[in-house]
């Protein structure tokens, strides 16, 4: 059995595994981040540093998400640093059966490398991603450049 947080994004729903989720916060509108991508909200502080605000509904959809009160970023690991992803609701943790999991197919051209399976729940499905493989290796280098850059500002 695995544990799910289960989140609304550009009105589908999706799950992280509970173990790569830091903390969920509350949404703050975070400080751009000049020539950055799309996805890319900016920075907000965070426990004594900066965290970097990623819009998933920006990243997947190429749109940004509707505003709602309901707002969350949820903070996870990423390549060994934390980063948050704004989504529209978080809808809870689930328990999820090994059986009740549909591994994605990376044959068909539905699939992406970051979608890790699909969770069947009645008539809807709610996709599992993968976070380490979510940003191509060029949006790798921006995110990693952006954190080290707001590092040397707030040092300098």
Do not use: C, H
Not at 13 to 35: D, G, M
Not at 70 to 81: A, Y
């Amino acid at each position: 059995m695995k544990q799910f947080l289960i989140f609304t994004s550009n009105r589908q729903q999706f799950a992280l595994e509970i173990n790569n989720i830091s903390k969920i916060i509350e949404y703050i509108v975070p400080r751009e981040i000049p020539e950055s991508s799309d996805f890319v909200l900016g920075v907000i502080p965070y426990n004594e540093s900066i965290l970097p605000v990623i819009s998933l509904s920006t990243r997947l959809y190429g749109e940004d998400s509707e505003l709602s009160q309901e707002r969350k970023v949820i903070v996870t690991l990423w390549k060994g640093k934390e980063i948050g992803f704004v989504v529209e609701e978080i809808v809870g943790i689930r328990t999820v059966e090994e059986s009740d999991i549909e591994p994605s197919n990376k044959e068909l051209k539905i699939s992406r490398d970051y979608i890790e399976g699909y969770i069947k729940d009645g008539e809807s499905i709610i996709i599992i991603l993968e976070i380490s493989k979510i940003f191509s290796v060029d949006q790798e280098k921006e995110l990693l450049s952006m954190e080290l850059d707001q590092e040397d500002q707030l040092v300098g």
